[in-house]
């Protein structure tokens, strides 16, 4: 690579400012990414209601066991919280949201439920949110760079962030890039690997 090789893409400073096409299409993927982030939790409020729908008093909701995690979230236990919690002080945060909140509610009891489970799961989406922008780009790169190896007829293996498997590239991996962590090619006989996220154990960051 030569020192004036990047002039094939940059002529002028005014390469580097990105358009308002660009950037309205920017947040317009933005949005449509946090509503998807949210379908999960707007569901799991949905079956919360239609179980709890099904009892006439608040405080008969500690006999329904399978929603016990729901009623601590609705207490405003974070999942990280309920980790460090006994069996003991769970059931006191959920007898301590019953009284406090849930009653008072009276025969609006089972929306006053769903209203706090959701602030509660709001507060894991906006930790999910807040690398959002960079999830997206990283997503975009890893798009082009794939286009770019099977335009040029160039196998590849991709790191799956779930199974920890290197799995070899096809063109049926439409969504690929949502859960790829790693890419690997070869150019010229040259191994080539790209890593997302990967924690330096020197300096202890993600690079």
Known sequence: MTNFDYKKHLSSWESLVTSYEQTRAGFISLALEKNRKATPFVEEAKALKCIASTIESPIELINITQIKSALLTASGVSDKAKKYLTENDKNEAIKGLIENFLEPAAKDFVDELVYRFLLTRGDSL??????????????????????????????????????????VGSQDDSDVEIFLKGLSWNKSNQARTLIYNLTVPIVKKND
């Open 126 to 167: 906006g930790g999910i949110i807040r690398n959002l922008g960079g999830v997206l780009g990283e997503r975009k790169m890893t798009r082009m760079l794939i286009a770019t190896l099977s335009i040029q007829g160039i196998s590849y293996c991709y790191l799956h962030s779930k199974s920890k498997e290197w799995i």
